[in-house]
């Protein structure tokens, strides 16, 4: 496929293709093109049962997946398209319409497990906050960019503001997880913008104080940390099962659509779903996705650190921070190595709204590390195309 497009593009080709062929990363475009058929597998082994349980037809699940995947990898390599100011500006629409719908969830969201996350629209149920994280990262970047190059601009001051926002929202809903993932990301764009070291120690005992207050006041959090200490409780059974899985697994697996933990596990084909994958394909396919996650985050941070713009590199770190760390908590709390959370696993859970907010991030990332011809901005030290 590659091979046909190299023939099919010139170097010298000066169209809008063909500058984006030769500019972008097509290692990385490859890898998450593997996680998402990775993704659609295990879609269709994992589902079934959990459609079956919920009186639904068997492949209801796998067959919306499949729906979605084509668009969010045409939505991925459409955004990789964009220039850098043509991601600010996507980034800044994204943000605004998806602040308005996550506020709108409290009013008129449907109630799920406690929570108020889901709004309908024509039909469609979203989540918001999904597309809350990328554009965020992208903002807040734009914003620490801006205080550090242009000294009276209070990017800073405009960035902890839309963070408060952020944050009153999600723990309103309440989503303590997600509030969590996008702290711990503008904390890190915030560190590597050149926080003083008073307000570094300020926020970590922020976030600390924070834990606390989240632990008890949200019922939830106190039961799946209490949960995670005391395994032998009734509420850990999903957790248990999931062990149970990758014990059945083995190193091989025990073969597609053999697995018989699936039909137990009530998550199966979203927060559970790596377990799914560690029974019917043991622990080499196991780590095949951790390494497809490891070299999409790598090679993204490799890229950054060559780049000269100051909003690339915190833009670039922020949202594949944001990816991997998803990834992490996700196969973490399968794995019993942390207290569970409701967080998909990217590009494999089932889900359209994670799935299309995953893939605007990650086309984002894309668009941010092509290769550009450089040009000096006068009264900015950063870089620009003039594609």
């Known amino acids: 496929c590659w091979d046909a497009l190299m023939t099919a593009f010139s170097r010298l080709d000066s169209s809008l293709l063909g500058r984006w062929w030769w500019t972008v990363d097509r290692w990385t475009i490859t890898a998450l093109i593997v996680l998402a058929a990775a993704g659609a597998i295990l879609t269709l ?9 919920l009186n639904l037809d068997t492949f209801y699940f796998a067959r919306r997946q499949l729906l979605v995947l084509p668009v969010a990898i045409g939505m991925m390599l459409a955004v990789s398209l964009l220039n850098r100011d043509g991601v600010r500006r996507l980034a800044l629409l994204m943000f605004t319409v998806s602040i308005v719908l996550t506020a709108l969830t409290l009013v008129g969201g449907a109630e799920i497990k406690g929570a108020t996350r889901w709004i309908k629209l024509g039909g469609l149920s979203v989540q918001p906050s999904e597309f809350v994280k990328p554009a965020f990262a ?3 970047a734009w914003m620490f960019a801006a205080w550090r190059l242009k000294e009276k601009f209070p990017g800073y001051l405009v960035a902890v503001g839309l963070y408060a926002s952020v944050v009153a929202l999600l723990l309103a809903q309440p989503d303590v997880g997600m509030t969590v993932l996008v702290s711990v990301v503008w904390g890190i764009q915030f560190f590597l913008a050149g926080l003083p070291m008073v307000l570094v120690m300020a926020i970590g005992v922020l976030f ?7 632990y008890f006041k949200f019922d939830h959090v106190q039961v799946r940390i209490d949960r995670f200490f005391d395994p032998a409780g009734t509420d850990a059974y999903q957790v248990a099962r999931s062990l149970e899985a990758f014990q059945n697994g083995g190193i091989f697996g025990r073969g597609p659509g053999e697995g018989r933990i699936k039909e137990a596990l009530p998550d199966a084909h979203a927060d559970f779903i790596f377990a799914v994958a560690g029974e019917e394909f043991g622990m080499f396919a196991s780590l095949m996705i951790v390494a497809l996650f490891g070299i999409i985050v790598l090679r993204g941070f490799t890229h950054a650190f060559k780049e000269s713009d100051l909003f690339v590199q915190l833009a670039v770190v922020g949202l594949l921070a944001q990816f991997g760390l998803q990834a ?3 196969m973490a709390s399968t794995l019993n190595l942390m207290p569970t959370k409701g967080m998909t696993l990217p590009f494999i ?12 991030g ?9 290769e550009r011809p450089k040009r000096r901005i006068s009264g900015l030290n950063s870089w620009e195309s003039g594609a």
């Open 362 to 370: 990650m086309g984002m990332v894309l668009a941010l590390t092509r």
């Open 328 to 330: 992490i908590i996700n």
């Open 208 to 214: 600390i104080v924070g834990g606390f207050v989240a």
């Open 138 to 140: 992208v903002i807040a």
């Open 45 to 53: 082994a994992a589902s079934p049962p959990v459609a079956e349980r």
């Open 349 to 360: 859970s089932f889900g359209g709204s994670s799935m299309l907010a995953v893939s605007i």
